[in-house]
Every structure is written in structure tokens, then in C-alpha cells.
């Protein structure tokens, strides 16, 4: 999937390093800049792909995934706003399933800037009645920095719902969770485990007292991707497992097997936002081998 985005026609040259296309139903912001690879769906300002030089790529994203309008896209990153999960309609709050605006962009040698904004309409004051600006700052390189700001007078919960691309899934570790965790496969019971985590099945944890770091252990790829978040409360730690797997429409059967979530989440909590002072939610990603 995440070659084919770099081999789509160009609709809009909109600078050296970034264009715009088209897959499917859907723009397509791409990035090709000597230090990095990547791509932003304008719908949800959806992350796709972002690929370093000379790396595997870092997002996992489904072949099975529909580019439709209004249709929530499977794998990459996700922005769950202003709830997560089923706490309204749409699922993951409706940010990721509308239409965002390019609003700034830079470049250096080193990487690439991109801003999108989404702001409130009577679409979105339908389904959820606050005033609201919310700007996604994505800065493209050898390392990936996103930083989620929401301007306005509320409070909500927010993720950034990275899906990872690994080796596989039975030879993966996570550290940096902490022990305490919601287990969201097991009626949302309180739990407490010592160690890292491995996966033999569904998983579904939301950790509330994660270290500032995450790391994802991957002896396949022979890489360990470091996860940094800010400004979160949580980290949520997803793999569907085989039998879920099979039962999504827009995931393959395997495709459980070289993806796993890990997730820069306020969702124990809510943030507040203020005009004098937005809520911020921001993670960065790096590659150590």
C-alpha cells in the first residue's frame, strides 16, 4: 500500500517536496524529499506512510482500507477528537473522518513542515456543540513530530492512534507501558502486570501511568521504533488478534500479524481547552537499530 501512494499521478505540484494526488475517493498530500517519504490523507489529516531514507516504512496501513468520503481510513494515524472509541457516533470522534485544510507549509534541507486545520461547521456542531480550531503540525524528516492543538472552550479526549508496521506481532515487545492498565478485552477491568508487553491474542489495554517513552522491540525488522509522547495521560496498546482480524472488512486476515497500535492518548481524562491556552497532544517517532 505505501508504495503505491509514491507512484500515484500528481493532480497539484504544490512545492518541490510536496504534491497532491489522488487515491481513490480521497487527496493526498505526499511527501518526497531526499530524508524522508511520507503522506497525509487530507480527510482526518491522516497520516499514511512516513519512511526515512533507507528504511522500512514505519506506518502500517491495510490493503483492505476503502479511500471513500466520510469512511474512517484503517491503519496509518488516526485523530480520535473529540472522543475515543464508542463514547459517541461517530466511533473515535468524527475529526478523522472529515475534510481538513492545508494551511502552511515549509521545507528544508532536512525536512518538511506541513499544518492542516480543521475547524467547527454545522456539520460538526450536529454531532458535538462546541466552537473549536484544531491544527495538526506534522514535521517530516528523519524523525516524525506531530503535535494535535485544539482551540476553544471545552473539554475532550483525543489520539493520535499509530498503527505500527513490524516484523510480527508474536516476536514483538513493548516497553515503557508501566503496570497498570484498563483491559478493554476483559470487561474494562482494572489490571496490573510487571514487565514488558508481548502478544499472544486480542489486545486492547489503555496504560494510565505510562513512561514518557515507549519502545517497540522488533527483532525482525532489527530495529527498535521509539515512541515519545506529551502531554498524554495514557498509552493504548491494540492488536486485533486472528479472530477479530478475520472479522473486519477492511483489515486482511493476517493483517494482524505485522501491526500493532500504540497509541499517545488522553482518554482516562479529558484535556481542557481554552482560547487563552489550547490543549496539546503530541508524540515523536524515531528509528534506533
Not at 530524508?35 to 491495510?62: C, D, N, T, Y
Not at 498524554?232 to 493476517?254: I, K, Q, T, Y
Request: with cysteine; net charge negative; hydrophobic share 40%.
Amino acid at each position: 500500500m505505501t508504495e503505491q501512494l509514491f507512484s500515484l499521478p500528481i493532480v497539484n505540484q504544490i512545492s518541490t517536496s510536496v504534491s497532491q494526488r489522488l487515491v481513490d475517493e480521497l487527496p493526498v498530500l505526499v511527501v518526497t524529499h531526499p530524508k524522508v517519504r511520507a503522506a497525509i490523507a487530507l480527510q482526518g489529516a491522516h497520516l499514511l506512510a512516513w519512511q526515512p531514507e533507507g528504511e522500512e516504512p514505519v506506518l502500517w496501513m491495510s490493503s483492505a482500507s476503502a479511500f471513500k468520503e466520510g469512511v474512517a481510513i484503517r491503519g496509518g494515524i488516526p485523530i480520535c477528537w473529540p472522543w475515543f472509541g464508542p463514547a459517541g457516533k461517530p466511533s473515535h470522534g468524527f475529526a478523522r473522518n472529515v475534510a481538513w485544510e492545508l494551511t502552511d507549509h515549509k521545507e528544508t534541507d532536512e525536512d518538511v513542515v506541513l499544518t492542516l486545520t480543521l475547524k467547527s461547521s454545522p456539520e460538526t456542531l450536529e454531532l458535538w456543540p462546541h466552537a473549536f480550531t484544531l491544527t495538526a503540525r506534522f514535521t517530516l524528516g528523519a524523525t516524525c513530530h506531530i503535535e494535535l492543538e485544539s482551540t476553544g472552550d471545552f473539554e475532550a479526549n483525543s489520539a493520535l492512534h499509530t498503527y505500527f508496521n513490524i516484523g510480527d506481532i508474536a516476536d514483538v515487545t513493548i516497553k515503557g507501558l508501566g503496570n497498570n492498565f484498563i483491559d478493554k478485552v476483559d470487561g474494562a477491568k482494572a489490571k496490573q502486570e510487571e514487565g514488558d508487553l508481548t502478544f499472544t491474542g486480542q489486545t486492547d489495554r489503555i496504560y494510565t501511568q505510562p513512561q514518557a517513552t515507549s519502545e517497540i522491540v522488533d527483532p525482525v525488522l532489527k530495529r527498535t521504533l521509539v515512541v515519545a509522547h506529551e502531554n498524554n495521560a495514557d498509552v493504548v496498546a491494540w492488536n486485533p488478534g486472528s479472530a477479530l482480524s478475520v472479522s473486519m472488512a477492511d483489515m486482511p486476515d493476517d493483517g494482524y500479524k505485522t501491526m500493532v497500535c500504540v497509541e499517545t492518548a488522553q482518554v482516562s481524562h479529558t484535556h481542557t481547552s481554552t482560547h487563552a491556552a489550547p490543549a496539546r497532544l503530541a508524540v515523536t517517532f524515531s528509528i534506533r537499530k
